[in-house]
């Protein structure tokens, strides 16, 4: 049954007006710079800066490890802070809408009260005291919605009209961050409509990782989904992960493990590189570098920050495994060529888990509003029957013998010197920032959803059509792979952003983490056109 009789159009119209109608009439952009940046490749940078005064942009400027410290000293206010980026997603929102849900009133009250709570008593509230920070539209936030793209979501708690529920409740998550003294003024878009599980294109954000696998199918917990952060510096990552375990968690969801942040782990690997920047070789940490999966070859703008990050780490004196990074061969869980594992095998099993009811639930939310599935899900999220009680638990133990089979591979990794490898670079996905509608293959992250291992992406360089050619002399490993490489334009992805992942063992956070920050450092020391992350 539907919960309106209006069309789901009247209602996403509404919901875009409601949207609009929350920016304050002062920082309303004029249609001439709304024409300008429809035309404009680059939203960021000179653009975006135009509309704001010299004290925004110098807070702007600040990263958030800073910008807690400079409230903490009284350089800023809450206040401040907190206007300069509400004004700033609106602008944001005007040029590219990029929001879900405005909360700028609520965050500038949050703010006023922080700041009065610092004046009386002389101490901040917490380590994020006067933060802002966005959420990913699938964490509840009292007073506002929670649709994950889903029209039928709008004005009711997850397609329910409950009127105790229906803006009357936080997320764990939410409560969590206000304790802490986190202003939290809107909700983003990290990915298209519907489910929040399609891809799409590229300050602060909290999200659920694998997402899908609680959007799709809510009660499958095999390979669950977790919180994770996006931030503009790696020292931002720790700042909310530390912060967020120091609440115990554990306590009020017990489906969190009981694991505070190990700052003993972090030293000992922060340890590994010492102040010159060039790693003692008795220190030094172990790399494994994993080129391409052996069935998407990763295109042009990939491959040279692969062998950036390479050369960089060899450079510093860092041990890196040229080889790629590959399960046992022999192992039946695994589809290989020649020595590579083909991700095929990844994206059967875990896609399987993630779509084990048919699809239902999606059609569920979708049919509360009568909206259709958007084109790029037509297919994904087609309704079939759920998997069988018994397939389900064979996909179980393939599963589970996936893992133990790169668990075995990566313990082989110490042949060459008694040393396990710490952690492996890899891609993100085979292509940079991708443009709309040429996402054919996710299984690189797929694959460490899968193992449930530990990660942490970074910005490495963007693309340059001057270096960054296309190959057409490359034969297509298979129809997919021609799609993927195909895809590639010199001119259409110059510019574009190119991160690697840094793949650690499960429940190995702290460390991989440290990893990231020393790849992150060494990056900015040594690499030229290296990573952007301040």
């Not at 007006?17 to 300008?36: C, F, G, Q, T, Y």
């Not at 960021?44 to 704001?52: I, L, P, V």
């Not at 443009?435 to 291992?453: F, P, Q, R, V, W």
């Amino acid at each position: 049954m539907r919960i309106s009789q209006s069309s789901w159009q009247e209602r996403a119209r509404a919901k875009v007006a409601d949207l609009k109608s929350r920016i304050p009439h002062e920082w309303v952009l004029r249609d001439v710079d709304l024409e300008k940046a429809k035309k404009q490749r680059t939203l960021t940078g000179a653009f975006f800066d135009q509309f704001f005064e010299h004290p925004d942009l110098d807070i702007f400027n600040n990263n958030s490890v800073q910008l807690v410290w400079m409230i903490r000293h009284r350089r800023y206010t809450a206040v401040e802070v907190a206007k300069a980026y509400c004004k700033g997603a609106a602008v944001a929102q005007q040029i590219n809408n990029c929001l879900h849900e405005i909360m700028f009133d609520d965050a500038m009250q949050t703010a006023r009260e922080l700041d009065q709570y610092y004046e009386e008593s002389g101490h901040v509230k917490g380590p994020l005291h006067g933060l802002p920070i966005s959420l990913k539209d699938q964490f509840h936030v009292k007073g506002y919605d929670t649709t994950m793209g889903y029209v039928g979501w709008i004005g009711t708690h997850e397609g329910s009209s409950d009127p105790a529920k229906v803006h009357k409740v936080n997320s764990q998550v939410v409560e969590e961050l206000l304790s802490l003294g986190a202003v939290l003024y809107c909700k983003v878009i990290t990915s298209l409509p519907q489910t929040l599980s399609a891809k799409q294109r590229f300050k602060l954000s909290v999200e659920a990782q694998s997402d899908s696998a609680l959007i799709l199918n809510p009660g499958q917990d095999t390979h669950a989904s977790s919180v994770g952060v996006m931030g503009t510096s790696v020292g931002a990552l720790k700042l909310i992960m530390a912060s967020m375990l120091s609440t115990e968690p554990w306590t009020r969801d017990p489906n969190v493990v009981k694991m505070p942040w190990n700052d003993d782990i972090e030293g000992w690997t922060l340890a590994k590189a010492n102040p010159s920047w060039s790693a003692d070789k008795s220190w030094a940490l172990k790399f494994g570098m994993f080129w391409t999966d052996g069935v998407v070859t990763p295109h042009p703008p990939v491959r040279r920050a692969l062998r950036l990050v390479h050369d960089v780490l060899k450079q510093t004196g860092q041990k890196v495994r040229d080889s790629i990074f590959h399960a046992r061969a022999e192992h039946p869980a695994c589809v290989v060529i020649g020595i590579f594992i083909a991700h095929l095998a990844t994206q059967r099993i875990h896609g399987a888990f993630l779509a084990a009811d048919g699809s239902h639930d999606v059609h569920r939310q979708l049919d509360l509003s009568g909206e259709p599935l958007v084109p790029q899900l037509r297919n994904v999220f087609q309704l079939r029957d759920p998997l069988p009680l018994l397939e389900y638990q064979d996909l179980t133990l393939e599963g589970k013998a996936y893992n133990e089979a790169y668990s075995d591979y990566w313990n082989s990794t110490d042949n060459e010197d008694g040393r396990m490898v710490d952690a492996f670079v890899m891609p993100v996905a085979p292509h940079a920032a991708v443009i709309s509608g040429k996402y054919y293959h996710n299984a690189y992250t797929e694959s460490i959803n899968l193992l449930d291992y530990s990660a942490v992406v970074i910005p490495v360089t963007t693309a340059d059509k001057s270096l960054d050619k296309f190959d057409h002399d490359y034969e297509p490993l298979n129809e997919k792979d021609r799609k993927n490489w195909e895809a590639y334009d010199p001119e259409t992805y110059d510019g574009a952003p190119v991160g690697l992942q840094i793949v650690a063992r499960k429940w190995e956070e702290e460390k991989v983490w440290a990893i990231a920050k020393i790849v992150d450092d060494y990056l900015k020391r040594l690499a030229p056109g290296g990573t952007m992350i301040t």
